[in-house]
C-alpha cells in the first residue's frame, strides 16, 4: 500500500510541477506551423479560387452550409476583398511567427483561428492531412509549445539575466497585444459575428480570461502563491493535451490500419499499386511504374504499410520497437509525399508522429541545426566579432558566441550557471508582470 501510494503521489508531483515533452511539443510547434504555412505560400496565386468570396465555393454557397452546420469561420464576418485578404495575411503572419516561437500562446490562438477560418469556409479543399491540422490546431493552444527553440526562450533567457543584474524588467507588448485580441473579440461578440456553434467563441473567452487572470495576478498579487497555482493549472493543462494529441495520433493510425484490413485490395496485398497509377497522384510517372513494376515490392509494401498501422498504438511501451516503426511511417510518409505528390499530407503526419520522438535525438538534432546555424553566421557574417569568444564549454553549445563576463580579462570563460537552460513553458518566461513569461521556479504539488 505504501508503494502505491508512493507511487501515485510521485505522478502527482511530476504532472504538477513541469510541462512535459518541451522538445516534443516545440516539434509539434513547429511541423503543424510550417505546414499551414507552406500551403498557404504554395496556394497564394489560388487563393480567390480557394477561399476567396467569389470563388467556385462562393459567398451564398459556404453561408447555406455555415448557417447548418454553424462552424466557426472569421471570412464569413464579412464579404469583402479586403477583409479576405486581411485574413489571409493574418493567417501567414501567425504562422510564421508560431514558427518562430514569438508570443506562442497568442500566436496559437491566432494561428487556430486562421486554420479555422479558412477550412470552414471551404470544407471541400485538402488532401487529408487538412482534418490532422485541424484537430491539432485546437489542441496546440492549450500546450506550453515555446519552452525550447523559440524566441519566447531566448526572451526570457535574456530576461532572467537583466534580473540577475539587478535591472527591473517590464513587458509591454505581450499585454498591449492580447488587449487588442480582447477589443476584436469583444467587437465582434457585441456585432453577432459568433453566432453558430459555441465551441469556439467559448474557448476564446475562455484563453483570453485566463491569460488575463494570468497577467492581473503577475502584476499585483503580493504573494507567489497565486502565481504558482496557475502555474501547476497551466502545467497540467499542458500535459493533459499532450496527452490528448498521442492519443489522437495512435487514433488515426488504428483506425486507418483496421480500416485497410477490411478492404479486398488491402487483403490481397494490391491496393498500393491502384494510386500509382492514377492521375491525380503521379506527379513522377516513370518513378511510380518502377516502383510498381515488381509485384513482390507491392505486396510487401501493401502488407507491411497495413502491419505498421495496426501495430504501431501497441508498441509505445517498448521503446525500441516504437522507434523502429516510428522510423517506418515518417520514412512511409516522405515516400507519399514524393511519389504521389502529397506534401502538405505527409508534413502534417510526419509533424503528428513527433510527438513520440526521443528526447535524446531531438535535443541532438537541435544542437546540429545549432552548430549549423553557427557555422553559417561565421561563413556569412564574417564570425562572432569583437568580444565574442567561441564557448568551448557544454555539449550542445559549442561554437555559440558569447558575451564576456563584465569586468574580466579578454578571453575569459563564461562564469558558471549562465549557461542557455530551457524555458519554463510555452511562451511564459520569468517576468511576473509578462502574461507570456511567468517566473519559473519548482512548482507542483510534492511527491
Not at 492580447?178 to 473579440?185: E, P, Y
Not at 480500416?259 to 513522377?284: C, M, N
Not at 564557448?391 to 563576463?405: A, F, I, M, S, T
Not at 574580466?408 to 509578462?434: E, I, M, Q, W
Amino acid at each position: 500500500m505504501n508503494r502505491f501510494a508512493l507511487a501515485v503521489s510521485t505522478g502527482i508531483a511530476r504532472v504538477t510541477e513541469a510541462a512535459l515533452g518541451p522538445y516534443q511539443t516545440a516539434m509539434i510547434r513547429i511541423g503543424f506551423s510550417a505546414t499551414w504555412l507552406l500551403f498557404l505560400l504554395r496556394e497564394f496565386p489560388h487563393r480567390q479560387e480557394l477561399y476567396g468570396p467569389d470563388g467556385p465555393w462562393n459567398w451564398n454557397l459556404a453561408e447555406q452550409l455555415i448557417s447548418i452546420n454553424g462552424a466557426f469561420t472569421a471570412l464569413m464576418w464579412s464579404d469583402g476583398q479586403f477583409w479576405f485578404e486581411t485574413v489571409y495575411v493574418l493567417a501567414v503572419l501567425s504562422s510564421l511567427l508560431l514558427l518562430l516561437g514569438w508570443r506562442t500562446r497568442a500566436m496559437s490562438v491566432l494561428f487556430m483561428v486562421g486554420v479555422l477560418s479558412l477550412q470552414n469556409r471551404s470544407i471541400f479543399m485538402g488532401d487529408g492531412g487538412d482534418n490532422v491540422l485541424h484537430l491539432m490546431c485546437i489542441y496546440l493552444v492549450f500546450t506550453r509549445c515555446g519552452q525550447v527553440w523559440s524566441l519566447d526562450e531566448r526572451r526570457a533567457r535574456r530576461t532572467r539575466e537583466a534580473r540577475a543584474r539587478g535591472e527591473h524588467v517590464v513587458d509591454r507588448a505581450g499585454p498591449a497585444l492580447w488587449g487588442v485580441l480582447g477589443l476584436v473579440l469583444v467587437s465582434a461578440a457585441f456585432l453577432g459575428k459568433l453566432n453558430g456553434d459555441w465551441f469556439v467563441p467559448a474557448l476564446l473567452c475562455v484563453l483570453w480570461s485566463a491569460q488575463a487572470l494570468w497577467w492581473v495576478v503577475g502584476r499585483f498579487a503580493r504573494s507567489g502563491q497565486s502565481r504558482i497555482m496557475l502555474d501547476v493549472v497551466a502545467n497540467v493543462v499542458h500535459n493533459g493535451a499532450l496527452l490528448v494529441i498521442m492519443a489522437e495520433a495512435c487514433l488515426i493510425y488504428a483506425t486507418a490500419g483496421w480500416y485497410k484490413i477490411q478492404g479486398s485490395r488491402w487483403q490481397d496485398g494490391t491496393a498500393v499499386y491502384y494510386p500509382l497509377h492514377l492521375e491525380s497522384f503521379s506527379p513522377w510517372p516513370a518513378l511510380a511504374d518502377l516502383l510498381s513494376a515488381h509485384g513482390v515490392m507491392v505486396m510487401l509494401v501493401t502488407y507491411g504499410t497495413v502491419a505498421v498501422q495496426v501495430a504501431f498504438p501497441f508498441t509505445l511501451f517498448n521503446r525500441r520497437v516504437k522507434n523502429i516503426l516510428l522510423a517506418a511511417m515518417i520514412t512511409e510518409h516522405a515516400v507519399i509525399a514524393v511519389v504521389l505528390g502529397l506534401p502538405f499530407f505527409s508534413l502534417a503526419m510526419i509533424a503528428a508522429d513527433s510527438v513520440f520522438l526521443p528526447t535524446s535525438f531531438l535535443r541532438r538534432l537541435g544542437d546540429g541545426v545549432a552548430r549549423t546555424r553557427g557555422r553559417l553566421w561565421a561563413r556569412f557574417a564574417g564570425g562572432g566579432g569583437p568580444g565574442l569568444p567561441r564557448q568551448r564549454g557544454p555539449k550542445g553549445l559549442q561554437g555559440r558566441p558569447v558575451p564576456e563576463q563584465p569586468g574580466a580579462p579578454k578571453g575569459a570563460p563564461k562564469a558558471a550557471g549562465s549557461a542557455r537552460t530551457p524555458g519554463p513553458a510555452g511562451g511564459p518566461g520569468d517576468n511576473p508582470g509578462d502574461p507570456e513569461n511567468p517566473d519559473h521556479t519548482h512548482v507542483g504539488f510534492p511527491a
